[in-house]
């Protein structure tokens, strides 16, 4: 279903297979651009579908040393 392994918690009565974020369960990847993933989940108590933005978080070393 999903392209990565993202698996936070797996709560009874849910495969272990299936990628999900607390009571969300991640459909498809939707979009990917050099800052953030856009995914697709459902809401498993209701059903509504909701986008997760999935932001990557990049720190460089360098540029803490040449601003001091």
Same mark, same amino acid.
């Given at each position: 279903? #999903?392209?990565?392994?993202?698996? /936070?918690a797996? +709560?009874?009565?849910r #495969?272990?297979?299936? +990628? %999900?974020?607390?009571?969300?369960?991640? /459909?498809?990847?939707?979009?990917?651009? @050099?800052?953030?993933?856009?995914?697709?989940?459902? %809401?498993? +108590?209701?059903?509504?579908?909701? /986008?997760?933005? /999935?932001?990557? *978080?990049?720190?460089s *070393?360098? %540029?803490?040393?040449? @601003?001091?």
């Open positions: 279903m #999903s392209d990565d392994n993202t698996r /936070i797996s +709560p009874a009565g #495969s272990a297979d299936e +990628p %999900h974020i607390g009571k969300y369960r991640l /459909i498809k990847t939707i979009g990917k651009g @050099n800052f953030a993933k856009v995914k697709l989940a459902k %809401h498993l +108590p209701t059903g509504r579908q909701v /986008i997760f933005f /999935i932001f990557f *978080l990049f720190y *070393l360098e %540029h803490c040393f040449t @601003n001091v």
